[in-house]
Nanobody, 118 residues
Framework: QVQLVETGGGLVQPGGSLRLSCTAS????????MGWYRQAPGKQRELVAS??????NYADSVKGRFTISKDGAKNTVHLQMNSLKREDTAVYYC?????????????WGQGTQVTVSS
């Protein structure tokens, strides 16, 4: 059973920073990609950032403010969030996927709340 455990959410003022971490129960190279999604109240879950062996990808709304990185030795992916805005408030979910010919499986963390408010 693959598990993803997230840490690092919380309350921060606009303009502040937070770092989210996601630790997997298996090694990162076992996955095709890892990433972070978020879901705000009344909205659909959206991709924030993802990382593969080929590089990283960001939603336009977070480019230049968020950075995704990985620590292979600790099976951990980080999301550094700077210059946070009120609209970044959401539950953030870690995601990882494994793929093979004709199939794919996604794994999800439990979610961590990020609230940007003064």
């Amino acid at each position: 059973q693959v598990q993803l455990v997230e840490t690092g959410g919380g309350l921060v003022q606009p303009g502040g920073s937070l770092r989210l971490s996601c630790t997997a129960s298996i090694s990162i190279p076992s996955f095709n990609a890892m990433g972070w999604y978020r879901q705000a109240p009344g909205k659909q879950r959206e991709l924030v950032a993802s990382i593969t062996t080929g590089g990283s990808n960001y939603a336009d709304s977070v480019k230049g403010r968020f950075t995704i990185s990985k620590d292979g030795a600790k099976n951990t992916v980080h999301l550094q969030m700077n210059s946070l805005k009120r609209e970044d408030t959401a539950v953030y979910y870690c995601n990882a996927d494994r793929r093979w010919a004709g199939g794919r499986v996604d794994y999800w963390g439990q979610g961590t709340q990020v609230t940007v408010s003064s």
